[in-house]
């Protein structure tokens, strides 16, 4: 089984400013790891994927994560933030067993970004 | 690419009522589709898996009686909330996939409410 932890539920920054979201992650066997963004009273988008290769993986809205095996996280980093960066954003991992694989959610961190 | 789309987006309905929501991919086939149920300020909760004519696969304390799940085409899923009451009360989330190793795409979700 897997499990992921958000250890910050809130993070709030300023317009501009650089912003890192902390995602780890618990699996006794190899990952997929993934970050999803949530505006209110919608879906989940997906913002990036890690499956394998390369550890440093850029995603949409210029977003980027660092797969750490050593440390088993996936933390999301943004240079500078934009006031449209306010929303709920979800780790999350599953295991590649087939077509059985599910998605563990974090707990979600709130990103809060103002002027 | 990779549309999924809930229908409806918004429902209101007296205690006792059934409830359909529908789930569709729009530009790809979903040979996996997935219901999900969120609270207010927290994670996404599995419901169930569901592959394409296939009975659905429920998670641990889901009544399977309670929230009846179709996938009889590889494009449309739908769940229907029998006899609906104020504790069923949530919002409800699709999503669908079509290679076991690629990521899930979400609906935008559905907010059901149970007077």
């Known amino acids: 089984a897997q499990s992921v932890t958000q250890l910050d539920s809130q993070v709030p920054v300023f317009e501009e400013a650089p912003v890192e979201l902390r995602c780890n992650y618990s699996s006794s066997v190899s990952v997929y790891l993934f970050w999803y963004v949530q505006y209110p009273n919608q879906g989940l988008q997906l913002l990036l994927k890690?499956?394998?290769?390369?550890?440093l993986v850029k995603g949409i809205n210029g977003f980027e994560a660092e797969f750490n095996k050593s440390q088993t996280s996936f933390h999301l980093r943004k240079p500078s933030v934009h006031i449209s960066d306010t929303a709920e954003y979800f780790c999350a991992v599953s295991a590649p067993t087939g077509t059985a694989s599910k998605l563990t959610f974090g707990t979600g961190t709130r990103l809060q970004v103002t002027l | 690419g990779a549309v999924v789309s809930q229908h409806p987006s918004w429902v209101i309905c007296k205690s006792g009522t059934s409830v359909k929501i529908e789930c569709r991919s729009l530009?790809?086939?979903?040979?996996?589709m997935f219901w999900y149920r969120q609270f207010p300020k927290q994670s996404l909760m599995l419901m169930a898996t569901s592959n394409e004519g296939s009975k659905a696969t429920y998670e641990q304390g889901v009544e399977k009686d309670k929230f009846l799940i179709n996938h009889a085409s590889l494009t449309l899923s739908t769940l229907t909330v029998t006899s609906a009451h104020p504790e069923d009360s949530s919002f409800y989330i699709c999503?669908?996939?079509?290679?076991?190793?690629?990521?899930?795409?979400f609906g935008d979700g559905t907010r059901l409410s149970i007077l």
């Open positions: 530009d790809f086939q979903a040979t996996t």
């Open positions: 890690y499956l394998s290769g390369s550890t």
């Open positions: 999503s669908a996939r079509d290679v076991w190793n690629q990521p899930q795409h």
